[in-house]
């Protein structure tokens, strides 16, 4: 019964492998460029991959700056599907690293100016090892 | 739920909280329950000024977690203690970057960047 326990575990764990395989292989990617990112986020979808705003769209809509400056070309940017929802997390807890000083990202964010926010996404890029520095 | 009176708790039992905040926090972010997170943070953070408060910054009592096993309290505690022992709170920083485990990595790094440009932590 244990080796058939033991099997058991291996085939979830190989399933599991498989099931993941893009965003695991993704999340494993080199950094890129700037212009690479946005030039992926104008392809065809890809597994593994999201497209990403680098100005939040969330709060940057919340504050009434137009849609087609949200989505447009050089705010989307392609990148590993769990580094997306990593961002995505992070923009929801504070922080005590500076300018946040204990805010959220996104409550930082909440009066900023576009070149703010898009100075604070590209670090978020930058810190979790998708864009070049 | 007990209510904790921080300015009531000697400097070790402020610490052992830190040390609970912090464990729950490295579950929190593994199960993405931003909320949860969100309020052991700001709890630490009250910890923290508390220890600050005490006689001769007692927040240098958490060095001793730069060496704990786990990555979010090693984390957090080189964040606190950066006022404090900045050699071996920037040390820890730039090897939780080195070791690129996420999210505590990025973490790291954000708080390196904004030291090289000159951000002095109090």
């Known amino acids: 019964m244990a080796a058939l326990g033991r099997l058991a575990r291996r085939l979830t764990i190989v399933g599991l492998l498989l099931e993941f395989e893009p965003e695991i292989k993704s999340y494993l990617d080199a950094p890129e460029s700037l212009e690479e990112l946005q030039r992926n986020a104008q392809g065809p979808s890809q597994l593994g991959y999201e497209d990403h705003h680098i100005a939040e769209q969330q709060s940057a809509e919340d504050y009434g700056f137009p849609r087609d400056m949200i989505d447009a070309p050089d705010n989307i940017v392609r990148i590993p599907t769990w580094k997306h929802h990593e961002i995505n997390g992070w923009y929801g807890r504070p922080s005590r690293n500076p300018p946040f000083n204990g805010l959220s990202p996104r409550e930082y964010l909440r009066d900023k100016d576009w070149r703010e926010r898009t100075r604070i996404g590209l670090d978020a890029l930058i810190d979790r090892g998708v864009l070049k520095p | ?122």
Do not use: C, W
């Not at chain 2, 579950?27 to 969100?38: C, G, R, T, V």
């Open chain 2, 1 to 122: 739920m007990k209510k904790v009176v921080l300015e009531q708790m000697s400097v070790d039992e402020l610490v052992n909280h830190f040390l609970a905040l912090t464990l729950d926090q490295g579950q929190a972010l593994y199960y993405e329950d931003n909320p949860k997170y969100n309020a052991l943070f700001r709890n630490m953070i009250s910890v923290e000024q508390e220890l600050k408060s005490r006689a001769g910054d007692q927040r240098r009592a958490l060095a001793k977690f730069l060496k704990h096993s786990n990555l979010q309290v090693r984390l957090m505690a080189a964040l606190a203690t950066l006022p404090v022992e900045p050699v071996q709170a920037r040390a820890m920083l730039q090897k939780i970057s080195d070791a690129n485990i996420y999210p505590q990595a990025a973490d790291a790094r954000g708080m390196l960047r904004e030291l090289e440009k000159g951000h002095v932590p109090t």
